[in-house]
């Protein structure tokens, strides 16, 4: 899946006709490797499955350690095979998805308990593709689209003698500041 679609990205670069289609699409997806690669995850993708967690490594006290990123919590049965409502547990963070752990409340009698427990839900950082991430895919895009043209900015790439070319060293920088919240998640 990529985070821009090729209207989306001829409209951001002003692009008409079709002779390059090809050659965006296929600039779009690496773009999109990019992002991956640079955050260390996907976005727009969230698989609904069943996790089951190993109780050893996935509890603390009240706490249960997600395995994954997780877009939407639907269902967990501890390992007794009892439900634990949703209003037992707090997902965090609390405020927006992805989650990364459960932890059950405070007044709560439940507890995690037996060999494993399983966690229903979508897998994955979103079910949509942030909108920052989405602008960055396009900049991305836009910008590989015009290393073609072999212009003198420094932000892009420069054609040196003969059919070299000298590509900068690292990513535009406002492409950079776009992903560096989600860097963490590579780590």
Avoid at 21 to 47: C, K, P, W
Avoid at 72 to 98: I, K
Wanted: proline share 3%.
């Amino acid at each position: 899946m990529s985070y821009c679609t090729l209207n989306e990205f001829k409209q951001y670069q002003a692009v008409e006709g079709d002779g390059d289609d090809a050659l965006i699409e296929q600039l779009i997806a690496s773009a999109t490797a990019v992002i991956n690669r640079a955050t260390g995850t996907r976005f727009g993708v969230a698989d609904t499955a069943t996790h089951v967690l190993n109780v050893e490594e996935s509890v603390n006290e009240r706490v249960l350690w997600l395995d994954s990123w997780c877009a939407e919590v639907t269902q967990v049965l501890n390992g007794d095979g009892t439900e634990v409502a949703s209003d037992q547990y707090v997902t965090d963070p609390r405020n927006a998805a992805p989650y990364f752990r459960l932890v059950l409340g405070r007044s709560v009698n439940t507890a995690w308990v037996g060999d494993d427990i399983s966690v229903t839900g979508c897998w994955g950082w979103s079910k949509t593709v942030p909108d920052d991430i989405k602008h960055a895919c396009l900049r991305l895009a836009a910008y590989l689209y015009r290393q073609k043209d072999n212009s003198g900015d420094l932000d892009r790439a420069v054609a040196i003698a003969g059919n070299a070319t000298l590509l900068p060293a690292r990513l535009p920088r406002d492409i950079e500041d776009i992903l560096r919240p989600y860097r963490w998640l590579a780590g």
